[in-house]
């Protein structure tokens, strides 16, 4: 993590900037949809996912990163895995916002 003062939209502002590595969590099936020479491939589109974090450092870094910010700018790729990563890192970092925190993506 980063941190310098500068301008932001004509105002002073702290600028804290940070990195993730790819994706903050990965989807998967339950255990009981993990043979998949057991399991019917139509019954995987009515099957529950579960969401966890590739990494406990990075969700708890973004969760602490969170608290107290005005704006949040992400800049990650112009594609869909890009996009995702965006919501996963949102999140992440939902719980600490201010009630008026921007999020410009």
């Given at each position: 993590?980063h ?51 590739t ?44 009630s ?6």
């Open positions: 993590m941190e310098f003062h500068g301008r932001f939209e004509g105002q002073a502002a702290r600028i804290r900037v940070t990195s993730v590595t790819g994706h903050v969590f990965s989807t998967d099936f339950p255990g009981q949809y993990s043979n998949w020479e057991a399991v019917d491939p139509v019954d995987l589109f009515r099957a529950p996912t579960r969401k966890e974090p990494s406990k450092f990075i969700t708890h870094h973004l969760a602490s990163e969170g608290k107290g910010a005005d704006v949040l700018v992400l800049w990650l790729d112009c594609d869909r895995e890009g996009e995702n990563i965006c919501f996963e890192v949102i999140d992440c970092m939902q719980q600490g916002f201010k008026h925190t921007r999020i410009l993506r």
